[in-house]
């Protein structure tokens, strides 16, 4: 085995000789140990971007989760390899909305609504979500502009079916002023619309699906904080639920906490409600400031946290002994339809 001095300088030895014709882009949530070798970071509506605008590199190593590759590999040309350093780097909220099951909430939503919905899809979604979006007008929306899609989608439909995010759907539909008894829950399991009140009345349906590492953060959480250091801003991502968004002072993706942290004032004393590895390096960045997780016994993703060291300079040398290791390949009819869905919100970014 190789020491991890030996291993950074084979990555840096690679990247140094592949040159342009390597891309290593890098979400926010991703190891330091991996981070520091990426040549981009952002949050997924960056890296999507990103991805679309890079036509010189044949490898694109992808340092986030199985979604962003695949989204990577849609928006990038034939000829452009992705790679994913490790396979079982999923993400369980994608993994909530299959194709089977979302096939056939539509036609059951189609038979009580008729014609009146549009489909969105977080981008944390699987190919073949997107796909189905595309293929039926909708679009694709990330954190960091969902009231900007959602309020779009109204322009087009009178109701939407958001996926797979329950939480960042009911935060997002909320703060366009869409009242929580207009909205219902879609039960993939049961197979029916949990809701309060006239069904006419529902303008959104909210897929049943969330992230387990956000649903961590508790208003318990913040009633604790806000009785023990009531000076601390609370700061938490839209895939935190409804109750603790409210009780928190900001919400927002992962580049806007990264932009607050960074612009707040010397001495402020932040709460950070998101991702353990992002934290921890918004600690490390702003030692001026009082930085905490707002849940104490947070844990990282520990699927984005499945790409380390090893699995990157892995990913790597299989790129030099030409034998690339996990291309991600999406088929070329989902492809096409699920870049119909990413171009409608690329256009409008
Ligand atoms: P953003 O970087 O777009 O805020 O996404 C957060 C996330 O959970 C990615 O998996
Ligand atoms: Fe998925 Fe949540 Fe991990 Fe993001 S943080 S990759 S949404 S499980």
């Not at 994608?94 to 549009?118: H, N, P, S, V, Y």
């Not at 079916?161 to 997002?172: A, E, S, V």
């Not at 968004?245 to 607050?260: C, E, K, N, P, R």
Request: negative net charge; hydrophobic residues 40%.
């Amino acid at each position: 085995t190789m020491s991890v001095e030996d291993m950074e300088k084979a990555v840096l030895g690679i990247k140094k000789r592949l040159g342009n014709r390597l891309y290593i882009p890098g979400h926010h949530y991703q190891r330091e140990e991996v981070i520091r070798f990426s040549d981009v970071t952002g949050d997924s509506l960056q890296l999507a971007q990103l991805s679309a605008q890079n036509r010189e590199a044949d490898y694109i190593v992808f340092c986030g989760v199985h979604f962003m590759a695949e989204t990577a590999d849609i928006l990038t040309e034939e000829r452009q390899t992705v790679i994913l350093p490790d396979m079982r780097a999923g993400c369980s909220m994608a993994d909530m909305a299959d194709i089977d099951q979302t096939e056939r909430a539509w036609t059951k939503l189609q038979e009580l609504f008729g014609d009146t919905i549009l489909p969105l899809t977080y981008v944390n979604s699987t190919a073949a979500i997107k796909a189905f979006v595309g293929r039926n007008g909708g679009a694709t929306v990330t954190s960091s502009n969902a009231q900007d899609m959602v309020s779009w989608a109204f322009e087009q439909k009178e109701r939407i079916l958001f996926l797979p995010d329950q939480h960042l759907g009911r935060n997002t539909a909320f703060d366009i002023g869409i009242p929580l008894n207009a909205m219902a829950v879609w039960d993939p399991h049961k197979e029916e619309l949990i809701h309060e009140g006239d069904i006419e009345d529902l303008k959104v349906l909210l897929w049943k699906g969330h992230c387990s590492v956000h649903e961590n953060f508790t208003t318990a959480n913040i009633e604790a904080l806000r009785e023990e250091q009531p000076a601390m801003n609370i700061i938490v991502h839209p895939e935190c639920r409804r109750e603790v968004v409210a009780m928190s002072d900001y919400a927002g993706s992962t580049s806007y906490i990264i932009d607050m942290i960074e612009k707040a004032k010397a001495g402020s004393s932040w709460a950070i409600g998101t991702e353990m590895n992002l934290v921890k390096r918004l600690i490390a960045n702003n030692p001026d400031k009082n930085i905490i997780s707002l849940n104490p016994n947070m844990c990282p993703c520990l699927t984005m946290n499945r790409i380390d060291l090893p699995h990157l300079l892995w990913a790597l040398e299989s790129i030099e002994a030409n034998q690339t290791i996990n291309p991600i390949k999406v088929e070329k009819k989902m492809a096409a339809d699920a870049i119909l869905a990413l171009n409608r919100m690329l256009e409008r970014a």
